[in-house]
């Protein structure tokens, strides 16, 4: 079956700690992004990339790093210094078209608390 | 600056028709997109629209005026398990999706 996974569903993190959430998809999409998402507020991008071996930031990059060594993987870090972490964090990918991005599709989500 | 709007929350009646508004103002339009998401879940793509007029694809339409900067998501036959909250999203000029804080939709028997 084809899709993208991450993992853990849930993780409970303390202040000070970083913490890195797994994201894997065999949908042999070029494209794959990481959102955070928190009540009553649409999904903000965090960071994007559209090729191994490079990304860029989102409108919120601060306190996160990516990286991007196999197309298929794109972990997230959520590092001490992003001030406010807990929330829900959904990762994505799409075809890169000649024209621009495609469709994205999610994976289920990791829910984050900072304890 | 870049802005969806949708309504917050809407009810309807189980077997019912309801219509979702989203109206937008963004730097460049690649297309407009519907998603539904259920409490905790990732959202699921419904629709996508980059011409105007409606596309059909089932019980749900999609209308697009670009026009207006305006959209609609259209359900048909309610049923419970539409019961979610429906997220409208753009693409800019930089293939970027812009999201509306979505619509909580609430079905009653």
């Known amino acids: 079956d084809g899709g993208i996974t991450q993992s853990p569903k849930y993780l409970f993190r303390k202040e000070g700690q970083n913490v890195t959430l797994s994201c894997e998809q065999n949908?042999?999409?070029?494209?794959m992004y990481w959102y955070r998402q928190d009540p009553g507020q649409g999904l903000r991008l965090i960071y994007y990339?559209?090729?191994?071996?490079?990304?860029q930031k989102g409108d919120i990059a601060e306190g996160y790093s990516v990286s991007r060594e196999k197309k298929e993987s794109f972990p997230l870090t959520v590092t001490s210094a992003q001030k406010n972490p807990t929330a829900f964090y959904l990762c994505?990918?799409?075809?890169?078209?000649?024209?621009?991005?495609?469709?994205?599709?999610f994976g289920p989500g990791t829910r984050l608390t900072v304890l | 600056g870049q802005n969806i709007d949708q309504p917050t929350e809407m009810t309807a009646t189980e077997g019912a028709i309801v219509q979702i508004n989203c109206t937008y103002q963004t730097s460049g339009f690649n297309g407009l997109f519907w998603y539904q998401q259920h409490a905790g879940e990732a959202p699921t793509f419904l629709s996508y629209?980059?011409l105007d007029g409606l596309e059909e694809k089932g019980r749900f339409s999609s209308f697009l005026s670009r026009s207006k900067g305006y959209s609609y998501l259209l359900l048909k036959e309610l049923q419970m398990k539409d019961s979610a909250s429906y997220l409208c999203a753009v693409m800019d000029s930089n293939y970027q999706l812009i999201w509306g804080a979505g619509t909580k939709l609430i079905i009653k028997p």
């Open positions: 990339s559209q090729i191994v071996n490079d990304f």
């Open positions: 949908l042999n999409h070029d494209a």
């Open positions: 994505a990918s799409s075809i890169v078209l000649a024209g621009g991005a495609d469709t994205q599709y």
């Open positions: 629209n980059v």
